[in-house]
Structures are given as structure tokens and as C-alpha cells.
């Protein structure tokens, strides 16, 4: 990787990749490993890891914090560890491409980071929603490189044709097979999934979801509680950890929530790995 910036957030790196022909822009913080690579949710920036966005900044998917200068989840676990996030093209720092693409190209855009990253123990991934879909079916497929997950509030992997629509970034989501999510598919692999413990009510998602119902929300709590259910299935070492909030972003909502859980997970691999 090449460096083009640094000290941009505290004392954060900012470097350059070449990927696919196109630049892809990676920053990181702190030195210990296993690294902890995060993995941002849909149309995410990897920015909002090291500082929490503004109202401006988080709309439409987030409200924001109106203060504008609270740490993201990146500094705190820089304390005991190496943290790297990247930006996926056609986001933040990260140019576009002309075409939709596959989840092969998404696994490799991953490995493209691992491999530069020269990394001497396998890294924890700590993926937030279509990022924690991206690290557990990385995982599955390469298990060898993955020393643990955290995820959180991940979307399950669609596991039936979707239809495509407008999206942040140009993705072909197609379907995954059961075997996907077969019980101990991801071994003893360490795994953590973070959580809303309850459904929003009506009142708290007015600004973003005006026409939503009780009945519709309480709905789609109890089906992706479902399917986190079945994911905490695919290793014999996992846990799930519901937070008090119902909120999307439960590292934004809830950090000490999450930084506890992650902090475990990345203290359980290093001592397999010693």
C-alpha cells in the first residue's frame, strides 16, 4: 500500500491500495494483533468507525449525533489492538466501478486488504450489518484466515432471489445456498453476534419510517431475530449479546456494548493463538 495521508483522525494511517485497477483506501490505528478489520454496513463509510457522524453526515440511515466530535468504536480498540477498516468501492475514499458486482469481487476486495495488511496472526472480523454478511460468509469460505467474528446487527444471508433496486454501491445480490448457514459450518470458530434485544416502536422510527406499524415492526424483529438465531448456529463457539436499544447501528447506539464484545472475542483468539 501506498501512504497518502496520516494523522488524519488522532493518530490513524490512511494509505492507498490498488485493487482491480482502481484505488481503494484504507486506514488503520493502533499496532497489537490479531488485527480487528472492520467491516462497514451498506453505503458506509469506513470514517464513521473512527469518529460518530453528524445528523448531515448519517442521514438518511442513521440519525446522527448532533455534537459532531464523539470517538467512533476504532480509537478505544486501538488501545489493545491493530484496527483496519477500508472502504468498499464506490464509497468514501474508495472510487466506483461501472458494474454491479459479485460477491466473488467482494471477497477479493477483502483479501486484497488482508494480503497488504501482512498480517502474522489470522484477524477477528467485526462486520455491522451487510458487513457482518460479508466477514461470516468470507469466513466460511476461508476459515483458515479468520481467527474470529463480531457481528453485528448483521443481515442474514439472503438465502432466496431478491430483487434489485437502488443501493449505495453497485452489488449483484444474488441468493446464497442453505448450506451457507448449516449448524457448525464455521467449526469452534469464536463468535459473537451483537444485537437489538427488542422491536423499535412507532414512535422511534417516525423519522426515518413515517407509515410503519406495530404489527410490522414487531414482525421483522422476530424474523431477523430468527435468522441471527441460525447464525449463532454455524459455530459451536457462539454468543449473542442483545442490547437494550433497538437501533440498526448498535456500535453507534451502544459502544461500550460493543467494544465489551469485541474486546472478548479478540482477547479469546489471542490466547488460542499463543
Known sequence: MSSTESNSTGQSRTSTLEHAGRPLQVTELGTNEPALVLLSGLGDPASWWFSVPSPEEAGPHWQGDPRG?????????????RVVAYDRAGV???????????WDEIYAEL??????????????????????MIASTYARRHLSRVGGLVLLDMTPPPLEP???GPSPERLALTHFEPPEV??????????VLVAPGRPSTVAEVAWQQPTATREALDSRFRQRRE???QILRTSARSRAVWTSQPGHYVHLDTPDVVMEAVLEVWQEVRARLE
Open 227 to 229: 435468522r441471527h438465531e
Open 162 to 164: 431478491r430483487p434489485h
Open 92 to 102: 468514501g475514499g474508495s472510487a466506483a466501478l461501472d458494474h454491479d458486482r459479485t
Open 69 to 81: 466530535d464523539r470517538p467512533g468504536l476504532a480509537p478505544g480498540l486501538a488501545s489493545v489492538a
Open 111 to 132: 483479501e486484497a486488504v488482508l494480503n497488504a495488511l501482512h498480517l502474522t496472526r489470522p484477524p477477528v472480523l467485526v462486520g455491522h450489518s451487510l458487513g457482518g
Open 182 to 191: 448449516a449448524p457448525h459450518v464455521l467449526g469452534d470458530l469464536p463468535l
